[in-house]
């Protein structure tokens, strides 16, 4: 559930202009979320959200694009948490997550350092990701296995 709320909340920043706490709590309950300030609060830490200004000049919450290692062991607890499955097909990485968990690991995957990944696509529960060669598919894959390791 709390991978499909930080879902909902980048969603949210990235489609409305959201300056308090409180105006992002309201959205997520017309969104079916069941949430509290105090929880609200914890996301915005955890998803390491920053204010800038919006188009209307207002400080809204955006999304940070510091990438550093509390976001690499972030990225690694998300890939833990929801990853299913990896399989490969020539350059492409297919991997299969819980409901609703996708976008949030693509979004992991995404800023993470690996040059290697020309790009990714993400469902509901499946992301794609286009490699730059053959050739880099099995180390990556050892890769995302190692780190999905429980």
Not at 7 to 13: C, G
Not at 109 to 116: K, L
Request: a neutral charge; charged letters at 25%; hydrophobic letters at 40%.
């Amino acid at each position: 559930m709390r991978y499909a709320r930080h879902q909902k909340i980048l969603e949210l920043i990235n489609t409305h202009e959201i300056d308090t706490q409180e105006r992002l709590a309201e959205k997520l309950r017309q969104s079916g979320f069941n949430v509290t300030q105090a929880t609200v609060s914890r996301d915005i830490k955890e998803l390491q959200l920053v204010k800038h200004a919006g188009p209307s000049g207002r400080s809204c919450y955006t999304q940070s694009r510091v990438t550093d290692a509390p976001v690499s062991e972030r990225f690694r607890k998300i890939l833990r948490e929801t990853i299913l499955s990896i399989e490969s097909a020539e350059n492409i990485i297919v991997i299969k997550t819980l409901s609703g968990c996708a976008n949030a690991a693509a979004e992991a995957i995404d800023t993470s350092n690996f040059p290697e990944i020309v790009g990714t696509i993400a469902g509901d529960n499946t992301i794609f990701m286009v490699i730059s060669t053959k050739e880099a598919v099995p180390p990556l894959m050892e890769q995302f296995h190692e780190m999905t390791a429980k």
